[in-house]
């Protein structure tokens, strides 16, 4: 299957194996989830390639077996949510950087939260010392 995915093409085994890719942009050092209105030819590439190894996937497995591993997925990422907080080492940047691919991981699967629940979970996982700020 390994050499069949990497045939068809490379990236397509890449997003496999890493998972998917979503359009980003940086603003003052801050990565975030680009806007549909500022996607250009290569994000929507990167989306196709996404779909393509989703169904490449699908295809693969049968239904049931489909369900429980995205169940086992969306379990795991929930868990990495639930435990997410700034390492001491972390900029602010790196951290919102973990934090935006769990979030888009979790949307991908179809789980999703809401932005007033992403700000309360980005506030209550920084450290001490950001307390003044």
């Given at each position: 299957?390994?050499?069949?995915?990497?045939?068809?093409?490379?990236?397509?085994?890449?997003?496999?194996?890493?998972?998917?890719?979503?359009?980003?942009?940086?603003?003052?050092?801050?990565?975030?989830?680009?806007?549909?209105?500022?996607?250009?030819?290569?994000?929507?590439?990167?989306?196709?390639?996404n779909s393509k190894a989703k169904h490449v996937l699908f295809c693969a497995v049968g239904?049931?077996?489909?369900?429980?591993?995205?169940?086992?997925?969306?379990?795991?990422?929930?868990?990495?949510?639930?435990?997410?907080?700034?390492?001491?080492?972390?900029?602010?940047?790196?951290?919102?950087?973990?934090?935006?691919?769990?979030?888009?991981?979790?949307?991908?699967?179809?789980?999703?939260?809401?932005?007033?629940?992403?700000?309360?979970?980005?506030?209550?996982?920084?450290?001490?010392?950001?307390?003044?700020?």
């Amino acid at each position: 299957m390994t050499i069949f995915l990497q045939s068809i093409d490379y990236q397509l085994w890449h997003i496999i194996v890493n998972g998917p890719r979503m359009p980003t942009r940086t603003i003052e050092g801050v990565v975030s989830p680009k806007p549909e209105n500022e996607y250009n030819d290569n994000d929507f590439r990167m989306l196709q390639l996404n779909s393509k190894a989703k169904h490449v996937l699908f295809c693969a497995v049968g239904p049931n077996e489909f369900n429980r591993i995205s169940s086992s997925k969306i379990s795991m990422l929930v868990h990495e949510y639930e435990l997410f907080v700034m390492h001491n080492d972390e900029s602010i940047s790196d951290m919102f950087t973990r934090f935006t691919i769990i979030i888009n991981s979790l949307k991908n699967l179809g789980k999703s939260y809401s932005n007033h629940e992403l700000v309360r979970k980005i506030l209550r996982c920084l450290p001490k010392s950001w307390t003044p700020k």
